[in-house]
C-alpha cells in the first residue's frame, strides 16, 4: 500500500498573551492514496490546526513547528517556505477551509475566482485558465454559466461547489477538507457528499476529512483519526475505529451519537476538555474516562500499535 | 390530557418585498400552518432552509405579525393583540435560539444575563431574584451555580452558554417554549447532552415545546411528534415514531436518507439525493411545491396542490400518491 | 475581565499608544498644576492687566536663546530694596539713598532703565523730590533723571499721607525727556561731543547711559561700556520721608522660559495656562458632541419609522453644513450680543455643527445590532425598548463611541484654537490661539518674534497629537471586536 501523506510526531504550538496553545502535540497518521481519512473531535481539539501545519499557513505567534510531513515520500519540512509556496501549496495539496464559501470575494466573478491561482502560480493565459475553470465547474457539477456568477448570486451548496472547484484547479494529489458542510441544509450536504464520493473514486484522491460529526466522517472516511486534546488517540481503518473503538474517549464519542436508524439512547459524555495552555502532561482524557486507573494520572501514554493498522494512544493497550 | 396550551390556526405570514419603484414580491414565509400544542408535548418541526420553520416559530410568539391567521393561548386569541397587551404573554412563552454565541449579550455578566426578565417582569426584591437564579442554574446543570454568576459569555463553552440560554428561558416559568435549533451549532459528540437534559427539564416542568431543526436524527429523543415542513406548509405530520419508522412523503424520505449514521460501509454507497436546492419562497412552485424535485412525481402534481389528509393512525401526509 | 486586560495590553504594546499616554499624562499634570497655582480669573486680573507686567522686558526671546545667539545676550535684572542703603545731603534736603550694584558682563546694550517705587511716605505738603543717578565703570557719573512727588491739596488729606499707595510710580528713565536733556550735557562735558536732542533719542538714550562713543566718520556711534555700574534712586524732602520698596529694572535682551509678547507678558505663563483651557475645552466639547451624536444614532436606528426619518432628515442637513466657515459665521454673528459668554457661544457652536457624523454611523451600526439574537430574546422576554437601547445596544457600542470622542478632540481643539486666531475666541482667556492670534497683529512674523507664535501652535499641534495617538492606538481594539460579533 502507498502512502500519499505520512505525518510523523507533528507539532504546532502558538504563543497567545495567555500562555503557549498546544495545538498539535506530537500527532502522527498516515493517508494511503487514493483513500480519504478522516479527522474527528470536539471544537477546539486542534483538528483544524492540524491541516493548517500540513500546509504550512501558520500564524505570526508560531512557537514551536516541527515533526516530519512526508508527501510521496519527500519531507515537505525540509523545503524552505518560497519552494513550499511555489510547488506544493495548491498544486500538490490544496484545501477548502472551514466557512470557505462564505469568504469568497463578493465583488468578482466566481469564474475568475477559481482561474486565479492558474493565471499568477502557472502563468497560464487567460483563456486556458478560464477553460480549466469550465473544467472544474463541469467537475464539481455546476453549470458553465455560472463562471460568470457572483458569489451572492449562488446558493449556500453552489459556493461549496466552487471553492472545491478552487481547490481542485491545479490537479491536487490531496485535497484537505476542513467542516466542507456545516453550514448546508441536510439534503445539501448529502450532494456535496456524493461529489466528493465521485472525486475520490474518479481521480484517486486522497482526502483529509476534518469535521466533529463523526456520522458524517464515516460518509467518505477510509480511516479514522480520532482527535482529543491535541493528540490523536486512536487511528485505523473506518471498519475498525467505528465497530470496534479502543479508546474510551473514542467509544464514548459514538455513543454520544444520536442513530436514526438504530434504537439506542445516546449517551453522553459529562466535562469538558483541558484546555491546550499548558495541558496535563498525563493522560488527557483521564478526568472523563470510564475505564481510568493509577497510571493515567502519572504519565502519557504512548501510541500502541493493536493490530495492522489500527493504533490507540491508551494504557489499556500497552502491548 | 389537559387542554390545548397553544393552537395556530391557518397561520400565515407573508412578506412584502419592493422591487423596483413600484414591484412587488410577496414572500409567503409561512403559508397556512395549523398546529396544536398539548401541556408537556414536544412537536419537532423539521425543514431546511427556506421552509420557514424559523418563521413559524417567531410567529407563533407573536415576535412577527401573522398576516392571516389565527393564534389561540390558553383560549385567548391573541392574534391581533398589541404588543403592550401581551406582557402576561411574554411570561408564559419564551423562545431558545440556536446559536448561544449570539443570544448572550457580550457586555453582560451572567448574573446580569439571568436577571433581566424577572426585572422586566417587575420582580424588585433582590433576595427573590437571587434564588431564582442559582435554582435556574442549577436546574440546568451549571453548578456550583455560584461560580458562574461572575462570568461574562466568551468565558464559556459553546454548551455552557446555551444552558444559560435555556435557563434564562425557564425564568419566568413558561408553559410555552420555542426552541429554534438550540444544538445546531453545539459539536455532535455534546448535542445529546444539552437534547437529554432539556428533555429532562421539559418533562419535569411540563413544557409544550416547539422543536425547530433540520436535524430529523434528533427528533427521535427529542420529540413526540413531527412536522415536515416545505416552503411554508406542513407535508407530514405525525407521531414521531411512526414518521420515522414509515415516512411516506418522498421530501421526508429524502431527509431521512441525507442524515448519516456512523457506519463504514456508508462510503461505499452514493445516497439518494434529492436534486436541486431548497426553493426560495419568493416564487414557490405551481401545483405540489415539492413536485420540481421529487423523485415520484406524475401527473397532477405539477396543477394541483395536495391537501393534508389523514392516513390513519394520526399520521397526515399532503402527497398526491396518497 | 479577561478581554478588557486584552484590550489594554494591545493598546499598551503599541508604539503610539504609549507616546500618546505619556503626552497624555503632560498635559494632565500642567493642566493640574495651572489649576492649583493660578486663579481662576486670571485671564482677566493678570494676563490682560498691563500693569501686571511692567517688570518684564518688552517682546524678548527666552533666556536659553542665549546659547544659539552669537553675542552674550543681556540677561534680564530686577533689583528690589526696601529699606534704603545710606542717608545724605542733597540741595540742603536730608535724603534716603537706594543703590544698586552691578556688573555688566554682556556684549549688548540693555533695553531699558526702569525704576519703580510704592509706598512713598510724606510728613508734610512739602512732597518730596527724587533723584536718580548712576556711576558707571570708567568712574563717569551722570545725573540721569530728577522730579518733585508733589502732594495733592484737600480738605481729607492728612499726614502722613502715601503716595502710590496701590500702584508703584514707574519711570521709564532711558526715554524720559530729562533724561536726554541730562544727556545732551553729559555727552558735551564729558566727550566734547554736541548731539541734538532728537538725535539722541534717536540713538536710543539708553545706548548712551550704558555705552561710550567711538567716532565713525560722519556718525556717533556708542560701544557697550562693561564693568560696575552703580546706580543711586534717592529721595529727599524737607521733612521726614519712606518709601516701602524700590525697584530697579534693567531690560534684558532675554527673559523667561518663553520669552515675552511686546505687552510684556511672560509668554510661559500665558502658555501655561492654555492647557487646561485646550484639555478642557476639546474634551467637554467632545464628550457633549458624542453623547448628542451617539444618543441619536442608537434612537434613530432602533426605533426606525418616523422617529428615524426624522432625525435622519436633520442629520443630513447638519451633515452637510461646511464645518469651519459655519463655525466661524456662528461665533462671530453670537459675538455681536453683547454680555454673551464667550465661551458658551464657542463651545456650543463646535457641538451642534459636530455631532451628525456620529450619529450616521452610529446608525448603521445600531441596525445591524437590533437583529442580533440578544435583542430578539430580550424582545421574547418582554423589555422595553429604551431598556434594549441603553442596556443592550449601547454597551456593544461603547468601545467605539469611547474612540470616537478621543478621535473628536483634536478637532475640537482645533477649532477653538481657528476661532481664537480669527479674533472670536473668548477675549479673557489666554487660550494658545488667542495667543498665536496676538502675535500674528503684533507683526511676530515680520520682526521674526518665533518665541511668539512657534511655540503655541507647537503646542495646538502636541495637543492634537496626543488624541490622535491615543485613536489610532485604539483602533486595532475597537474594529475587531465589531468585525467579531
Not at chain 1, 500499535?305 to 493498522?309: L, R, W
Not at chain 2, 454568576?149 to 463553552?157: A, G, R, V, W
Given at each position: 500500500m502507498e502512502l500519499q501523506l505520512e505525518v510523523n510526531n507533528l507539532y504546532l504550538y502558538y504563543k497567545t498573551y495567555k500562555g503557549i496553545v498546544e495545538?498539535?502535540?506530537g500527532v502522527s497518521f498516515y493517508v494511503p492514496k487514493g483513500m480519504a481519512v478522516g479527522v474527528v473531535g470536539e471544537s477546539g481539539c486542534g483538528k483544524s490546526s492540524t491541516a493548517n501545519a500540513i500546509l504550512r499557513v501558520?500564524?505570526?505567534?508560531?512557537y514551536k513547528y516541527e515533526g516530519i510531513v512526508k508527501l510521496d515520500g519527500i519531507?515537505?519540512?525540509?523545503?524552505?517556505d518560497d519552494t513550499f509556496n511555489r510547488?506544493?501549496?495548491?498544486?500538490?495539496i490544496s484545501m477548502v477551509f472551514q466557512g470557505a464559501m462564505n469568504s469568497l470575494?463578493?465583488?468578482?466573478?466566481v469564474g475568475f475566482q477559481v482561474a486565479e491561482p492558474l493565471i499568477i502560480?502557472?502563468?497560464?493565459s487567460k483563456e486556458e485558465a478560464y477553460s480549466k475553470a469550465a473544467e472544474m465547474f463541469e467537475l464539481v457539477g455546476l453549470?458553465?454559466?455560472?463562471?460568470?456568477?457572483?458569489?451572492?448570486?449562488?446558493s449556500g451548496g453552489m459556493r461549496q461547489r466552487v471553492v472545491i472547484a478552487m481547490a481542485m484547479v491545479m490537479n491536487p494529489k490531496l485535497l484537505i477538507l476542513d467542516?466542507?458542510?456545516?453550514?448546508?441544509d441536510v439534503s445539501i450536504q448529502a450532494q456535496i457528499m456524493n461529489l466528493l464520493k465521485d472525486l475520490k473514486e474518479k481521480y484517486k484522491m486522497s482526502m483529509i476529512f476534518i469535521t466533529h460529526d463523526i456520522a458524517l466522517a464515516s460518509d467518505i472516511s477510509d480511516y479514522m483519526a480520532v482527535m482529543y486534546a491535541g493528540h490523536i488517540v486512536e487511528f485505523g481503518p473506518s471498519e475498525e475505529v467505528l465497530l470496534?473503538?479502543?479508546?474510551p474517549y473514542s467509544q464514548k464519542l459514538l455513543a454520544s451519537i444520536p442513530r436514526l436508524r438504530e434504537d439506542k439512547e445516546p449517551e453522553f459524555l459529562p466535562g469538558t476538555p483541558p484546555g491546550?495552555?499548558?495541558?496535563?502532561?498525563?493522560?488527557?482524557?483521564a478526568n472523563r474516562c470510564?475505564?481510568?486507573?493509577?497510571?493515567c494520572w502519572n504519565e502519557e501514554p504512548q501510541y500502541y500499535?493493536?493490530?495492522?493498522?489500527h493504533y490507540v494512544k491508551c494504557f489499556l493497550h500497552e502491548s | 390530557m389537559g387542554e390545548a396550551i397553544l393552537e395556530l390556526r391557518n397561520l400565515k405570514k407573508y412578506y412584502t418585498l419592493r422591487k423596483g419603484l413600484f414591484g412587488k414580491i410577496i414572500v409567503k414565509a409561512v403559508d397556512g400552518v395549523s398546529l396544536t400544542f398539548k401541556p408537556g408535548e414536544i412537536i419537532a418541526v423539521v425543514g431546511e432552509s427556506g421552509s420557514g420553520k424559523t418563521t413559524l416559530g417567531k410567529t407563533s410568539l407573536k415576535l412577527l405579525e401573522p398576516t392571516d391567521g389565527q393564534i389561540i393561548f390558553e383560549g385567548r386569541?391573541?392574534?391581533?393583540?398589541?404588543k403592550d397587551d401581551l406582557k402576561w404573554f411574554r411570561k408564559k412563552a419564551q423562545i431558545i435560539f440556536q446559536d448561544p454565541f449570539q443570544a448572550l449579550?457580550?457586555?453582560?455578566?451572567i448574573y446580569q444575563i439571568l436577571k433581566e426578565p424577572l426585572e422586566v417582569h417587575g420582580e424588585k426584591d433582590e433576595d427573590i431574584i437571587m434564588k431564582k437564579i442559582l435554582s435556574v442554574l442549577e436546574e440546568v446543570r451549571l453548578v456550583p451555580p455560584e461560580e458562574f454568576?461572575?462570568?461574562?459569555?466568551?468565558?464559556?463553552?459553546g454548551g455552557q452558554r446555551q444552558r444559560i440560554v435555556i435557563a434564562r428561558a425557564l425564568l419566568l416559568d413558561p408553559i410555552y417554549l420555542v426552541a429554534d435549533e438550540?444544538?445546531?451549532?453545539?459539536d455532535a459528540s455534546s448535542r445529546a447532552e444539552i437534547l437529554t437534559l432539556f428533555r429532562e427539564i421539559q418533562k419535569a416542568r411540563k413544557l409544550s415545546i416547539m422543536y425547530i431543526t433540520?436535524?430529523?436524527?434528533t427528533t427521535k429523543y427529542f420529540s413526540d411528534w413531527i412536522a415536515v415542513m416545505y416552503l411554508g406548509r406542513i407535508v407530514e405530520y405525525g407521531r414521531t415514531k411512526e414518521v420515522l419508522n414509515n415516512p411516506l412523503h418522498p421530501y421526508t424520505q429524502a431527509l431521512i436518507n441525507a442524515v448519516p449514521d456512523?457506519?463504514?460501509?456508508?462510503?461505499f454507497v452514493k445516497r439518494p439525493v434529492v436534486p436541486g436546492e431548497p426553493p426560495s419562497p419568493i416564487n414557490p412552485p405551481p401545483?405540489?411545491?415539492?413536485?420540481?424535485?421529487?423523485?415520484?412525481?406524475?401527473?397532477?402534481c405539477d396543477t394541483e396542490e395536495p391537501k393534508l389528509i389523514e392516513?390513519?393512525?394520526?399520521h397526515y401526509v399532503a402527497c398526491h400518491l396518497y | 475581565m479577561a478581554f478588557e486586560r486584552s484590550a489594554w495590553s494591545i493598546f499598551i504594546e503599541s508604539l503610539v499608544g504609549k507616546a500618546g499616554l505619556i503626552l497624555l499624562l503632560f498635559m494632565v499634570v500642567m493642566s493640574g498644576y495651572v489649576l492649583l497655582a493660578y486663579p481662576m480669573d486670571y485671564g482677566v486680573?493678570?494676563?490682560?492687566?498691563?500693569k501686571k507686567w511692567t517688570d518684564l522686558p518688552r517682546a524678548v526671546p527666552p533666556e536659553w536663546w542665549d546659547i544659539f545667539d552669537p553675542r552674550d545676550l543681556v540677561t534680564h535684572r530686577i533689583f528690589i530694596d526696601t529699606k534704603y542703603d545710606y542717608t545724605t545731603e542733597i540741595f540742603g534736603m536730608d535724603a534716603i539713598v537706594y543703590e544698586i550694584e552691578y556688573e555688566h558682563t554682556e556684549d549688548g546694550f540693555p533695553t531699558g532703565l526702569t525704576v519703580k517705587y510704592a509706598?512713598?511716605?510724606?510728613?508734610?505738603?512739602?512732597g518730596a523730590y527724587v533723584f536718580i543717578n548712576i556711576t558707571r565703570p570708567d568712574g563717569t557719573e551722570i545725573n540721569l533723571f530728577f522730579k518733585q512727588e508733589p502732594v495733592p491739596v484737600g480738605e481729607d488729606i492728612s499726614f502722613p499721607y502715601t503716595l502710590y499707595p496701590e500702584q508703584d510710580a514707574l519711570i521709564q528713565v532711558n526715554t524720559e525727556d530729562t533724561t536726554i536733556f541730562q544727556l545732551k550735557s553729559f555727552l558735551f562735558s564729558q566727550y566734547g561731543i554736541s548731539l541734538n536732542k532728537s538725535v539722541i533719542e534717536a540713538i536710543g538714550g539708553i545706548r548712551v547711559i550704558f555705552g561710550t562713543p567711538i567716532e565713525n566718520e560722519n556718525q556717533t556711534d556708542f560701544e557697550v561700556l562693561k564693568g560696575l555700574y552703580k546706580i543711586k534712586v534717592m529721595f529727599a524732602s524737607q521733612d521726614l520721608i519712606d518709601v516701602e520698596r524700590v525697584k530697579v529694572i534693567i531690560g534684558g535682551e532675554v527673559y523667561g522660559i518663553l520669552g515675552t509678547d511686546t505687552r510684556r507678558r511672560d509668554l510661559f505663563q500665558g502658555l501655561l495656562f492654555g492647557f487646561p483651557i485646550a484639555l478642557s475645552i476639546g474634551v467637554f466639547t467632545s464628550v457633549l458632541t458624542t453623547a448628542i451624536g451617539s444618543t441619536l444614532g442608537i434612537v434613530s436606528g432602533y426605533k426606525g419609522g418616523k422617529v428615524d426619518e426624522i432625525i435622519q432628515r436633520v442629520t443630513d442637513i447638519v451633515y452637510n453644513f461646511p464645518f469651519l466657515p459655519l463655525l466661524i459665521f456662528i461665533v462671530f454673528i453670537i459675538s455681536r450680543?453683547?454680555?454673551?459668554?464667550r465661551l458658551i457661544a464657542i463651545i456650543g457652536a463646535i457641538v451642534a455643527l459636530g455631532w451628525s457624523g456620529l450619529t450616521i454611523i452610529i446608525r448603521s451600526m445600531v441596525l445591524s445590532l437590533r437583529e442580533s439574537m440578544f435583542v430578539e430574546s430580550a424582545k421574547a422576554i418582554g423589555a422595553s425598548d429604551t431598556r434594549i437601547m441603553f442596556k443592550h445596544i449601547f454597551p456593544n457600542l461603547a468601545p467605539f463611541i469611547f474612540a470616537q470622542m478621543i478621535f473628536f478632540t483634536p478637532g475640537a481643539i482645533l477649532a477653538e484654537a481657528a476661532l481664537s486666531f480669527l479674533g472670536?475666541?473668548?477675549?479673557?482667556l489666554p487660550s494658545w490661539g488667542k495667543i498665536i492670534e496676538e502675535s500674528f497683529r503684533g507683526s511676530s512674523l515680520q520682526l521674526g518674534m518665533w518665541w511668539w507664535f512657534l511655540p503655541p501652535g507647537l503646542l495646538i499641534m502636541l495637543a492634537a497629537i496626543t488624541f490622535v495617538f491615543i485613536a489610532l492606538a485604539l483602533e486595532p481594539i475597537v474594529n475587531p471586536k465589531l468585525k467579531s460579533r
Open positions: 495545538a498539535v502535540d501558520l500564524p505570526k505567534n508560531t519531507n515537505l519540512m525540509d523545503l524552505d510547488e506544493v501549496r495548491w498544486r500538490k470575494n463578493p465583488v468578482l466573478k502560480h502557472q502563468g497560464m453549470p458553465t454559466q455560472f463562471l460568470d456568477r457572483y458569489p451572492h448570486e449562488l467542516e466542507p458542510t456545516s453550514a448546508l470496534n473503538p479502543q479508546h491546550l495552555i499548558n495541558p496535563p502532561r498525563y493522560c488527557r482524557f470510564h475505564k481510568v486507573f493509577d497510571r500499535k493493536i493490530g495492522k493498522e | 386569541d391573541i392574534t391581533n393583540s398589541k449579550n457580550p457586555y453582560h455578566s454568576l461572575h462570568k461574562y459569555p466568551h468565558m464559556l463553552s438550540p444544538v445546531s451549532m453545539i433540520h436535524d430529523i436524527a456512523p457506519d463504514p460501509n456508508n462510503r401545483g405540489c411545491r415539492f413536485h420540481p424535485r421529487c423523485p415520484k412525481r406524475f401527473e397532477p392516513v390513519g393512525n394520526d | 486680573r493678570v494676563w490682560n492687566n498691563d509706598n512713598l511716605t510724606v510728613y508734610s505738603q512739602f450680543i453683547p454680555d454673551f459668554p472670536l475666541g473668548d477675549p479673557n
